[in-house]
């Protein structure tokens, strides 16, 4: 069965911390692609990125960085000089692409609160 | 601006009455999503629909409703049988899923349904 784990409840940092948030995935596809969302205190869910199985190159935007480890079975989210609008929930999916078919779904973790702190 | 449209941000109804969250997009996507999110808690979903007259159930679909009558509309009903009905609802729209491709959901702001 497909999983996905979050082991941070919540983190709490000061501006300018560099912070790191977990994600640990279970699934037996091959292909398979992963998501990281960020829940601002509004509640609209943000899309951040998506990788897909096959692509285990990390990707950087801006102050925002991927770490993609097959071997781990993990997709880490780095936030480099956080600031206090990076205050938000973050969920980290994932999809199987293969094995379920078209009627796929995405699976959630149950999400990390970040909290920088000014 | 495309997007994803639900209205109204807060809802209040009595218990034992129906209710339809409204969810609107013009990103001309064909999969709508309709979640579910209580508080500390990950995304449910509910009901999903990848085209036009078709729909599916989630992992929670007892007690909610839902109709896919055109692209851009996918209202979701939460009946009087949904046992606790109290919750932040989420609906969210993406290109139809490929042979071997999942593309990203986009996200309307939500509903918060409060029933007492």
């Known amino acids: 069965a497909q999983k996905v784990t979050q082991a941070q409840t919540e983190i709490s940092v000061v501006e300018k911390e560099d912070v790191t948030l977990d994600c640990v995935y279970e699934?037996?596809?091959?292909?398979?692609?992963l998501f990281w969302y960020k829940q601002p205190p509004s509640g609209e869910l943000v899309f951040l990125i998506r990788?897909?199985?096959?692509d285990e190159q990390n990707e950087i935007s801006g102050r925002y960085s991927w770490n993609f480890q097959k071997s781990t079975s993990s997709f880490n989210f780095t936030i480099t000089a956080s600031q206090v609008v990076d205050s938000a929930v973050y969920f980290c999916?994932?999809?199987?692409?293969?094995?379920?078919?078209?009627?796929?779904?995405?699976?959630w973790g149950l999400g990390t609160s970040l909290a920088v702190n000014p | 601006d495309g997007g994803i449209t639900q209205s109204p941000k807060y809802l209040f109804r009595k218990e034992g009455q129906n209710v339809t969250l409204s969810c609107e997009q013009n990103?001309?996507?064909?999969?709508m999503y309709w979640y579910r999110q209580d508080p500390g808690q990950g995304l449910r979903l509910i009901y999903y629909?990848?085209?036009?007259?078709?729909?599916q159930k989630g992992d929670i679909a007892e007690g909610y409703s839902v109709s896919r009558e055109k692209k851009e509309s996918f209202p979701l009903t939460v009946t009087s049988a949904q046992k606790n009905p109290t919750a932040f609802y989420l609906c969210a729209s993406s290109i139809r899923p490929g042979r071997l491709i999942t593309h990203e959901q986009y996200f309307g702001p939500g509903t918060r349904l409060t029933v007492t």
């Open positions: 990788r897909n199985s096959f």
């Open positions: 990103l001309n996507h064909d999969a």
């Open positions: 999916a994932l999809s199987e692409a293969f094995n379920a078919g078209n009627n796929r779904k995405l699976i």
């Open positions: 699934t037996r596809d091959t292909t398979y692609y």
């Open positions: 629909s990848q085209i036009v007259n078709d729909f």
